[in-house]
């Protein structure tokens, strides 16, 4: 963390500033929605819960959702020692061995989470989604909510594919089976309109470390399911309902944003290997009809191409959007508008929208919380934590790999190219899920290409795996 310029600890002054909090914020007011059967669905091992959501339906059939979301400006104001803190490192890390949280695990986990059968305060975002999936007329104001159920992806994702037994949670609340079944319609419902408009179909496998009294034992396949896609589509949404909220108010906004990818080329090239011509222009449309078909005639090789394009689509950045700008949009999720807004436990653009959003509810349009001039800056230094934040898990898990494949040195693996420029050549293997430098042989291979490999070295300590071709 230090290496890559965080700060691991918090100061006392942010210390000492949560430990005189008396408690959760008080209602001041607001919205009172503690009535509806709100649930959060995360992971099995989440203590930080930034949102809660619930279904209504009226006379025509259609759905609104109602996405609440944790106001951590609440209990951190702007300047404070807290604040100075996630200003900082912008975003909470992740890593197997170690959660490194943006904010003090008493707010993040506690105070300011939307935690099971507590009374929280939550800017909630409010929108109807039509039969086709379409999103239409939608709100955005102060709630105070409370968690009916605390649900995970793996329970709840099998129950709704129907794989799996309803998790007991849900039968414990009345109504929350139908609800959340029509919540998952109109997801369902989102995702292909979005899909048809160009949004890409990716399935990429993540590992994760497991960890046994202090022990490595393994590193886990993260899975994704029907009840991971639920949140990832009412988060699109509500992410865009946010941005359009603060571009009506008169206001500037952070917005998330993958340019139209440079490497083109190399994509219309991997296509053609699998048969199917693409244009000689970026067109996400005939993109994503591509992956749909590579989806469905090679499913266990489809993560690989996933993968592959991922990374020749590029990175994703914070810009600064103006009230009537041309908006970058976000080419791998074919949507204009969208300004992360609804995880401000763990990330700082998030706390900065929801800033804004209160901003613009008191119609101070001239006097933002924060000037453009501010928001670049912010954007700026966001993009860079963000990478930073993305090598440093990265690197616990090569350890975490590196520790596991120490006593394979010499066994060969079947892998694909991951990343090949000047810096080198990267490939990964699947059993175990692991990446690492193509050290001989790797003139010649560009992302997406396939190769066999030879294990030659490992350093837990620096995190570092060697391959050689085979």
Same mark, same amino acid.
């Given at each position: 963390?230090?290496?890559?310029?965080?700060?691991?600890?918090?100061?006392?002054?942010?210390?000492?500033?949560?430990?005189?909090?008396?408690?959760?914020?008080?209602?001041?007011?607001?919205?009172?929605?503690?009535?509806?059967?709100?649930?959060?669905?995360?992971?099995?091992?989440?203590?930080?819960?930034?949102?809660?959501?619930?279904?209504?339906?009226?006379?025509?059939?259609?759905?609104?959702?109602?996405?609440?979301?944790?106001?951590?400006?609440?209990?951190?104001?702007?300047?404070?020692?807290?604040?100075?803190?996630?200003?900082?490192?912008? $975003?909470?890390?992740?890593?197997?061995?170690?959660?490194?949280?943006?904010?003090?695990?008493?707010?993040? $986990?506690?105070?300011?989470?939307?935690?099971?059968?507590?009374?929280?305060?939550?800017?909630?975002? #409010?929108?109807?989604?039509?039969?086709?999936? +379409?999103?239409?007329?939608?709100?955005?104001?102060?709630?105070?909510?409370?968690? @009916?159920?605390?649900?995970?992806?793996?329970?709840?994702?099998?129950?709704?594919?129907?794989? &799996?037994?309803?998790?007991?949670?849900?039968?414990?609340?009345?109504?929350?089976?139908?609800?959340?079944?029509?919540?998952?319609?109109?997801?369902?419902?989102?995702?292909? @309109?979005?899909?048809?408009?160009?949004?890409?179909?990716?399935?990429?496998?993540?590992?994760?470390?497991?960890?046994?009294? /202090?022990?490595?034992?393994?590193?886990?396949?993260?899975?994704?399911?029907?009840?991971?896609?639920?949140?990832?589509?009412?988060?699109?949404?509500?992410? &865009?309902?946010?941005?359009?909220?603060?571009?009506?108010? &008169?206001?500037? +906004?952070?917005?998330?944003?993958?340019?139209?990818?440079?490497?083109?080329?190399?994509?219309?090239?991997?296509?053609?290997?699998?048969?199917?011509?693409?244009?000689? #222009?970026?067109?996400?449309?005939?993109?994503?009809?591509?992956?749909?078909?590579?989806?469905?005639?090679?499913?266990?090789?489809?993560?690989?191409?996933?993968?592959?394009?991922?990374?020749?689509?590029?990175?994703?950045?914070?810009?600064?959007?103006?009230?009537?700008?041309?908006?970058?949009?976000?080419? /791998?999720?074919?949507?204009?508008?969208?300004?992360?807004?609804?995880?401000?436990?763990?990330?700082?653009?998030?706390?900065?929208?929801?800033?804004?959003?209160?901003?613009?509810?008191?119609?101070?349009?001239?006097?933002?919380?924060?000037?453009?001039?501010?928001?670049?800056?912010?954007?700026?230094?966001?993009?860079?934590?963000?990478?930073?934040?993305?090598?440093?898990?990265?690197?616990? @898990?090569?350890?975490?790999?590196?520790?596991?494949?120490?006593?394979?040195?010499?066994?060969?693996?079947?892998?694909?190219?991951?990343?090949?420029?000047?810096? /080198?050549?990267?490939?990964?293997?699947?059993?175990?899920?692991?990446?690492?430098?193509?050290?001989?042989?790797?003139?010649?291979?560009?992302?997406?290409?396939?190769? @066999?490999?030879?294990?030659?070295?490992?350093?837990?300590?620096?995190?570092?795996?060697?391959?050689?071709?085979?």
């Amino acid at each position: 963390m230090r290496d890559r310029g965080f700060e691991p600890d918090f100061s006392r002054a942010a210390e000492a500033q949560v430990a005189a909090l008396p408690g959760p914020a008080a209602p001041d007011g607001r919205r009172d929605l503690r009535d509806l059967i709100w649930c959060s669905i995360d992971n099995d091992d989440s203590r930080d819960l930034d949102q809660l959501s619930v279904a209504r339906t009226n006379s025509t059939g259609d759905v609104t959702i109602l996405v609440a979301v944790a106001d951590v400006d609440a209990l951190v104001r702007r300047d404070t020692p807290v604040d100075q803190h996630a200003a900082h490192n912008t $975003t909470s890390v992740y890593t197997g061995a170690q959660i490194f949280p943006m904010l003090p695990e008493r707010l993040s $986990t506690d105070l300011t989470s939307l935690n099971e059968d507590e009374d929280r305060n939550a800017i909630v975002v #409010e929108y109807l989604v039509t039969a086709d999936g +379409s999103v239409g007329t939608s709100d955005v104001y102060p709630a105070v909510v409370r968690n @009916r159920a605390k649900l995970a992806y793996p329970g709840v994702g099998a129950w709704l594919e129907g794989s &799996g037994p309803m998790p007991p949670k849900i039968g414990d609340v009345p109504g929350l089976a139908e609800n959340l079944k029509r919540q998952d319609r109109a997801a369902q419902a989102m995702k292909e @309109r979005r899909h048809a408009m160009g949004a890409l179909t990716l399935t990429t496998l993540e590992a994760r470390p497991v960890f046994e009294d /202090g022990e490595l034992r393994d590193l886990a396949e993260s899975q994704h399911n029907r009840a991971t896609e639920l949140i990832e589509d009412f988060m699109v949404a509500s992410n &865009g309902v946010v941005a359009r909220f603060l571009e009506s108010g &008169g206001f500037s +906004s952070l917005r998330r944003v993958v340019r139209t990818p440079q490497k083109w080329e190399r994509i219309v090239d991997l296509a053609a290997q699998r048969g199917f011509h693409l244009p000689d #222009e970026p067109n996400a449309v005939a993109l994503e009809e591509w992956l749909l078909r590579e989806r469905a005639s090679d499913p266990q090789r489809f993560p690989d191409v996933s993968l592959s394009v991922v990374k020749l689509l590029g990175r994703g950045e914070y810009v600064v959007e103006r009230p009537g700008g041309n908006s970058t949009g976000h080419f /791998g999720l074919a949507v204009q508008d969208y300004a992360h807004s609804t995880a401000p436990n763990r990330r700082f653009p998030d706390l900065v929208a929801q800033r804004l959003v209160k901003a613009a509810l008191r119609q101070q349009r001239g006097q933002p919380p924060y000037g453009d001039s501010e928001l670049e800056a912010i954007a700026q230094r966001c993009t860079e934590r963000e990478d930073a934040a993305n090598k440093v898990e990265r690197l616990v @898990r090569k350890a975490a790999a590196a520790l596991l494949l120490q006593s394979r040195i010499g066994e060969r693996f079947d892998a694909i190219v991951t990343g090949a420029s000047e810096k /080198g050549t990267w490939v990964r293997i699947r059993r175990p899920l692991v990446e690492g430098r193509l050290e001989r042989g790797y003139e010649g291979l560009d992302v997406g290409d396939r190769v @066999r490999v030879k294990l030659v070295h490992t350093d837990p300590a620096r995190g570092f795996i060697d391959f050689a071709r085979s």
